[in-house]
């Protein structure tokens, strides 16, 4: 019995820390890497994406990109796509987060001399080509740290649509002591009534 236990135990464990592409990565989505995402979406991802749906003190209705869709289609073949709910359009979880972390780490030149991207030729299921090019240098020694933070970054801005689910958690929890609550006191008024008479 406990040797099946144990095997079960592993077989979660190994599930949950190796996805069908390998170790999956546990992103440090922390304020502070949040704050240092922010600054790199405003240095590298700004140019050519938009956030429509992000909010902070200066900017009310969204973050345009520096410039216009069709520039960028012109000049890179596509259009580079609102950033908004990228991270959690793309996986539950952290696993929106972590395609937007691969793409940014997986770039790869092939031997014809193509950049190609790895995660994005999963996600496509194409040869990895891709619109693109390498936000962040292959070379950068921030590279990881910077790709980390981006996309904690992005899952914070997708965030809001997470925040009412977890207010509907509250809200059941609240729901099932306001029940017990009633309960117990429904219980003590009529031990009160049953005595008086
Ligand atoms: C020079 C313009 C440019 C810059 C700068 C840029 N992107 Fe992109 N991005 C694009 C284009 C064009 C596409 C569409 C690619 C395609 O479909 O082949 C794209 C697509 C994407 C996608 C969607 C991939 C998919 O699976 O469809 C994500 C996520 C993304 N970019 C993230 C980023 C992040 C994060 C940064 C900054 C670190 C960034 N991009 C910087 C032009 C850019």
Redesign the pocket.
């Known amino acids: 019995m406990r040797s099946i236990l144990a095997i079960f135990l592993l077989y979660v464990l190994s599930g949950s820390a190796f996805g069908a592409e390998g170790p999956r990565i546990k992103l440090d989505t922390g304020k502070e890497a949040v704050e240092r995402g922010r600054a790199?979406?405003m240095a590298?991802?700004?140019?050519?994406?938009a956030l429509r749906y992000y909010e902070d003190e200066e900017h009310k209705n969204g973050l345009p990109a520096d410039?216009d869709v069709q520039s960028?289609?012109s000049s890179?073949?596509?259009?580079?796509?609102d950033?908004s709910l990228?991270a959690i359009s793309?996986g539950k979880g952290q696993d929106g987060a972590r395609?937007?972390y691969r793409?940014?780490t997986t770039y790869y030149t092939d031997p014809a001399g193509e950049i190609r991207n790895r995660?994005?030729a999963e996600?496509?299921q194409g040869d990895g080509?891709?619109?693109?090019?390498p936000?962040?240098l292959m070379d950068d020694p921030m590279l990881i740290q910077?790709?980390n933070d981006?996309?904690a970054f992005?899952l914070d801005v997708a965030e809001p649509a997470k925040e009412r689910k977890s207010v509907g958690a509250k809200v059941m929890v609240y729901m099932a002591i306001l029940t017990g609550l009633l309960y117990i006191i429904n219980r003590l008024t009529w031990k009160d009534v049953k005595k008086a008479r």
């Open positions: 790199v979406f590298s991802c700004k140019m050519c994406h410039m960028i289609k890179l073949g596509k259009e580079a796509p950033l990228m793309k395609y937007v793409l940014l995660a994005f996600e496509t080509t891709i619109a693109m090019p936000p962040i910077k790709s981006t996309a992005l």
